[in-house]
């Protein structure tokens, strides 16, 4: 089972360029999610969409974006990347049931030059 | 709003024996979830157990269980006979105030050594 597929799987990308991040999913889960991870910081959530058509706000909103046009897909941007952006981004999904588990991706190495 | 505490950076445990990593969360939700990862140097988040707060019993999946103190707020994981795949990082999460999201300490490292 492909469960949650990201690519690129790395990138480096050029400061002020704009990149897109694609996640999706075939578990038919409601919930999805966007999170960096930065040598000790751990995960810290960019952006989340409990279903389809929704959006909400995490911890690390600023110079991201995302939409939810369908179940499976939720594409994570960047506008005009800057250095600080530098990370590690995981999408993940769940049932919106409690005690489901989130389910991560592989991740994606992206580094601003 | 929901927070993860992680005070232990690194810990090393000798191959066969248990291990307890420690997690304390800091909420003033009386219904709340928590959950632990691991994350091995390969680097994909790998769920390994979840406490509900109303739950009587403390979480067991495997070797891995959940010491459950609510009224310290502590969910320490107790990871038992360690094997050297059990190096990786792990992480403490709780569920956000809105939604699924979760909250992540960050992370205490496990070296299993032989």
């Known amino acids: 089972t492909a469960g949650i597929t990201q690519a690129p799987t790395s990138q480096i990308l050029a400061a002020g360029r704009s990149m897109t991040l694609r996640c999706t999913q075939d578990m038919r889960h409601n919930a999805m999610y966007w999170y960096r991870q930065d040598l000790g910081l751990g995960l810290r959530l960019i952006h989340y969409s409990n279903t389809a058509g929704t959006t909400g706000k995490g911890e690390v909103p600023d110079g991201y974006s995302v939409s939810r046009a369908n179940t499976d897909d939720f594409p994570l941007t960047l506008a005009s990347a800057v250095p600080s952006q530098t990370s590690v981004y995981f999408c993940a999904s769940s049932d919106s049931t409690e005690g489901q588990p989130q389910h991560f991706g592989d991740g994606t190495r992206l580094s601003i030059l | ?114």
């Open chain 2, 1 to 114: 709003a929901q927070k993860i505490t992680q005070t232990q950076p690194g810990m090393f445990v000798q191959e066969k024996e248990a291990v307890t990593l420690d997690c304390t969360y800091d909420t003033s939700d009386q219904s709340y979830g928590l959950f632990w990862y691991k994350q091995p140097s390969s680097g994909e988040m790998i769920f390994l157990i979840y406490q509900g707060s109303y739950d009587e019993q403390n979480a067991t999946e495997g070797r891995y269980s959940l010491n459950f103190q609510k009224a310290r707020k502590s969910a320490n994981l107790v990871i038992s006979a360690s094997q050297l795949g059990d190096s990786a990082m792990y992480f403490c999460a709780i569920l956000r105030d809105s939604g699924y999201a979760l909250n992540f300490g960050k992370g205490t490292s496990l070296l299993v050594t032989p």
